[in-house]
């Protein structure tokens, strides 16, 4: 099993949509869509892990690494609805990773209102990531 991502760039947070199970076969996937954050847009990250099933040991870690990844060119990473089966536990010597309860709070901490038309908004996605206009959130 494995994820399927989303990525969209509104004004100056980014927003990566998650589905899937973040595990040992997902990790370089999820370390791919990391690449293409990181080289597209700037400002925060939002990780949104609504359409998440779950994660392992080796996805935690790689959320943990993708924090660290993108605390090296300047930007921050969060979590917006972490899986209900177990919390990030950061190994001490990266980042902090701020959580949010979900994407809306996420949201509004950034002041940014959902569902409002944004100007500049840029968006890339894995082929089997569901067409529509909010598919999996």
């Known amino acids: 099993m494995t994820i399927e991502w989303r990525y969209t760039v509104e004004q100056d947070l980014g927003?990566?949509?998650v589905t899937g199970y973040l595990g040992p076969d997902a990790v370089h996937r999820f370390a791919g869509a990391v690449g293409w954050v990181v080289g597209?847009?700037?400002g925060p990250v939002v990780v949104d892990l609504t359409g998440l099933r779950g994660w392992s040991a080796?996805?935690?870690?790689?959320?943990t690494e993708a924090a660290?990844?993108?605390?090296?060119?300047?930007r921050g990473l969060e979590l917006a609805a972490i899986p209900a089966d177990g919390s990030l536990v950061p190994d001490g010597d990266g980042p902090p990773i701020p959580v949010h309860a979900d994407r809306a709070g996420a949201l509004a901490a950034?002041?940014?209102?959902h569902g409002e038309p944004v100007k500049g908004r840029h968006e890339?996605?894995?082929t089997g990531w569901?067409?529509?206009?909010?598919?999996?959130?």
């Open 110 to 113: 950034h002041s940014t209102r």
């Open 58 to 63: 080796e996805g935690q870690l790689a959320i």
């Open 68 to 74: 660290r990844r993108l605390a090296a060119v300047g």
């Open 130 to 137: 569901p067409t529509g206009d909010d598919a999996g959130a």
């Open 124 to 126: 890339w996605r894995t």
């Open 40 to 42: 597209r847009g700037s």
């Open 15 to 17: 927003i990566l949509h």
